[in-house]
């Protein structure tokens, strides 16, 4: 069986997103379209309606792009559970609420066990401070936590 991994909206956008001019973005683009091409088949990889939601925000040809990467990637269902832990880490974590989602994505792959989230977002979901605080609350509400990295920490084979 293979280690599951919840794919994160950051990491489709920067597959997806043409070349950046900027050195630190451009390099994030292309680890992430290395680890797509290479590295994702080692696992299976799984999104949400609220990474779908998401990718279909914005310009209408980079929309259709993002969703057509996705493709075949199973749906976690979102529940009441997936909803309340949601809240529950809305009001622990350092989430704004304009990125309230943040914490819904960090639900719905708590929730369905999975054993990596992948995502560039450093500010809300792949950092310390918060992966902390997550460990915290889910050994509180025993719950497993998911290893949460960036794509660059997950180039490698299982």
Known sequence: ?????????SVI??????????VVIAGHQQTTYDWWENYKDYYDC??????????SR???????????SVQGLPLLPISNE???LAN???????????SKVDAAHLAVAVHHNIDYIVSWNFKHIVNEHVRKLIEKINLENNLKTPRILSPEELMEKP
Not at 49 to 54: L, M, Q
Not at 58 to 68: F, I, N, Q, W
């Open 46 to 55: 799984y999104i949400s309606n609220y990474v779908v939601t998401e990718i």
């Open 58 to 68: 914005g310009d209408l040809y980079a929309s259709v792009k993002r969703l057509e």
């Open 1 to 9: 069986m293979k280690p599951t991994v919840y794919i994160e909206t």
């Open 82 to 84: 997936t909803d309340l």
């Open 88 to 98: 529950l880490y809305f009001t622990e974590l350092p989430i704004p609420e304009k």
């Open 13 to 22: 956008s920067y597959y997806c997103s043409r070349p950046s001019n900027n």
